[in-house]
């Protein structure tokens, strides 16, 4: 044995053959491998010069965003006209009220920011008071928003609900149903896995029936069929309508990635917490659902992301969302004829919100992994 | 070594058992799982349960904090008899610990959050005072010094510790065990069993279900080995392994000591 010790010689450590690493034999692994992998390279990179160098062209080298009328663009159509946008950015982000109203403008952005900076440390990680900033965003932060936005307190002046318009009103109305349908999801959930039956029906039936529904049904019928069951001269607001519509049914969804938490945790724990004397409630609040939410914030984010942008689906109820904004500005006698700026930066908006929260789910998702992978 | 859990109580009525069972039957769907079973407990009594597995073992011991609902017969734990009133279980369930095999510790509270979360919510007491009691318990198993760890950065035997002394935080009249000791690796059943061991010497009531012959031995002042749902035969340690009255037990103890 010692003699093998002592014959023992470490070989040095040798980089890996040059023809497996750098730039080169990357491009050859991943987009030359084969035949088929060549001739798809080839093909994308001919569709990419067709179309994204005349693209970049249209939209910034030859772009107009000087001046304040259509004169401007009209002169120079190879170029896209963001002087639209830039003279309609208040009607687009902020709606009608705040448009003709600029110098209350500070409102929805002050609301917005606010919004913002408690969001940042939310997201971070190893941030303590997380819980605080949390359960302010979901109980404060509601109030400031009415105050500062709706206005009637301290001397601000109301903006009616039916002139809420554009990024606002699609702001105010995710926020609400992400907000309002994670408390209903989560008892849904529950009810769903609950031992009492009629509980237990009445979620599923519930659960099931949202999920059937399509949103812009819902909007419909919250619009049409809502009056029907009232008094003819009783006003509901339209925005509250759409409000309680996507509330309803985005609980369902939130439900439903709440159970996949939820059906994740081990039944040991709430066993556990029985054999400790713990009821229903303190078993749930206490064990299961801290475990079981954290499990699913990425599935429940995604529902997020597909309400924020089915929000535009308020259009059916004559609501002014960002895209229904952007178009009907674009439609204004002003700046008719420039629906194409409108609609890109409609979507550009939304795909940097639904772009945040698809990366913030991916992040989760892999602290998670490497999380259970620890344990 | 005394970890003083077993209140003053257990001295005034030393003859009445702290848990009758008396024609308890229970299925699962139409399986027969525990066929007639009678056993009384008394105060300070250690009783290892022992059988093969699928005998009932663990069915039994969870029908006595009702984590398991039986159908027949009756279980009375400290003079309350188990029912459907969900208030009475909850109080029994706080007056009986539980140590499952797999621990069950709480993975997102530390170690003494684990251990004070139910005195906390359940008994209403103080969240100082339930600290204070909760170091004083890790102390007694040993690993005070892990309090603000979390369960995952434990090993399997410190999680157990820290299992039990979670049970003892809730002042517990009698604890249940089941298989404590199965799913660790064999260096750190030592440490877990003489835990319990000191637990036992400080006059605990205890229900243990394990297949530690020799804890048994230490321990017990009864072995019962059950087999498909019955109670097959009970004695003390020393007649229980010496002469062992049915067949069914005899092949039991063979199969178990000789491997
Ligand atoms: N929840 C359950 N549903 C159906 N059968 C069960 C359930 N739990 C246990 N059993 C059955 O009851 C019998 C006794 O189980 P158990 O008490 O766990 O045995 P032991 O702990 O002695 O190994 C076994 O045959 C088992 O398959
Ligand atoms: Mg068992």
Redesign the interface.
């Given at each position: 044995m010692a003699k093998q010790i002592e014959t023992f010689v470490r070989l040095p450590d040798r980089n890996p053959p040059s023809s497996t690493i750098g730039f080169i034999s990357w491009l050859r692994q991943n987009l030359f491998s084969s035949v088929t992998n060549t001739l798809t390279t080839i093909l994308f990179c001919y569709l990419f010069y067709l179309y994204i160098p005349p693209f970049i062209e249209w939209a910034i080298i030859n772009a107009n965003i000087s001046g304040s009328d259509r004169s401007v663009c009209d002169a120079n159509k190879a170029g896209a006209c963001w002087t639209f946008i830039k003279v309609r950015l208040d009607q687009i982000l902020f709606g009608l009220y705040f448009a003709s109203n600029p110098e209350q403008t500070w409102r929805p952005i002050l609301a917005l920011s606010i919004f913002t900076i408690i969001l940042i440390p939310l997201v971070m990680e190893n941030i303590p008071f997380k819980k605080w900033l949390l359960l302010f965003m979901l109980f404060i932060y509601p109030l400031i928003f009415i105050v500062l936005v709706y206005g009637g307190f301290f001397g601000i002046p109301v903006s009616n609900t039916t002139q809420w318009g554009g990024f606002l009103l699609t702001f105010a109305l995710a926020f609400v149903g992400i907000v309002l349908a994670l408390p209903l999801g989560i008892l849904l959930a529950l009810g769903r896995r609950s031992e009492m039956a009629i509980i237990k029906a009445l979620s599923v039936t519930y659960i099931e029936f949202w999920r059937g529904t399509p949103l812009i049904t819902i909007l419909f019928m919250a619009s049409v069929m809502l009056p029907l069951f009232f008094p003819s001269g009783v006003e509901f607001d339209k925005v509250v309508r759409a409000m309680i519509g996507i509330t309803l049914f985005q609980s369902a969804y939130t439900a439903e990635a709440v159970r996949g938490g939820l059906q994740a945790i081990?039944r040991?724990?709430t066993?556990?917490?029985?054999?400790?004397?713990?009821?229903y409630w303190?078993r749930n609040v206490?064990?299961v659902l801290?475990?079981a939410l954290?499990i699913s914030i990425p599935s429940i984010v995604n529902t997020f992301i597909a309400l924020f942008k089915d929000t535009s689906l308020v259009s059916i109820i004559g609501l002014l969302d960002l895209l229904n904004m952007s178009q009907t500005a674009s439609r204004s006698l002003d700046w008719n004829g420039y629906d194409i700026e409108g609609y890109l930066f409609a979507g550009f908006i939304f795909w940097i919100f639904c772009y945040g929260m698809s990366s913030y789910s991916q992040k989760l998702e892999r602290k998670l992994d490497t999380d259970r992978r620890?344990? | 070594m005394n970890i003083t859990v077993a209140s003053e109580k257990t001295m005034t009525s030393e003859t009445h058992p702290i848990i009758t069972i008396s024609n308890l039957n229970k299925w699962y769907g139409k399986f027969h799982a525990l066929k007639d079973i009678n056993l009384d407990v008394n105060k300070t009594e250690k009783i290892v349960i022992c059988g093969p597995s699928g005998s009932g073992k663990s069915t039994l011991i969870r029908c006595i904090n009702r984590l398991e609902v039986h159908q027949e017969g009756s279980i009375i734990v400290d003079g309350t008899e188990l029912t459907d009133d969900v208030k009475q279980i909850n109080e029994i369930r706080s007056d009986v610990g539980m140590v499952f095999q797999h621990f069950n510790l709480f993975p997102h509270l530390t170690v003494l959050e684990n251990c004070t979360l139910a005195p906390i919510w359940v008994r209403k007491k103080p969240k100082i005072e339930a600290d204070e009691l909760a170091m004083e318990l890790l102390k007694k198993v040993r690993i005070p010094e892990q309090s603000q760890k979390y369960p995952g950065q434990l090993s399997g035997g410190q999680q157990q510790r820290v299992a039990i002394a979670r049970a003892l935080c809730m002042q517990p009249r009698v604890m249940l065990f089941d298989e404590p000791t199965s799913a660790l690796d064999p260096e750190m059943i030592k440490e877990v069993l003489e835990t319990m061991i000191e637990l036992a010497d400080s006059g605990m009531t205890m229900l243990v279900v394990t297949h530690e012959m020799g804890f048994a031995n230490k321990v017990a002042d009864r072995v019962i080995f059950m087999d498909e749902g019955q109670i097959v035969e009970q004695n003390n340690p020393e007649n229980f392994f010496s002469n062992p009255k049915s067949e069914r037990t005899k092949l039991f103890l063979s199969q178990i000591l000789n491997h």
């Open positions: 081990d040991g724990q066993e556990a917490s029985m054999a400790l004397g713990m009821g303190r206490l064990v801290p475990q954290k620890a344990e | -």
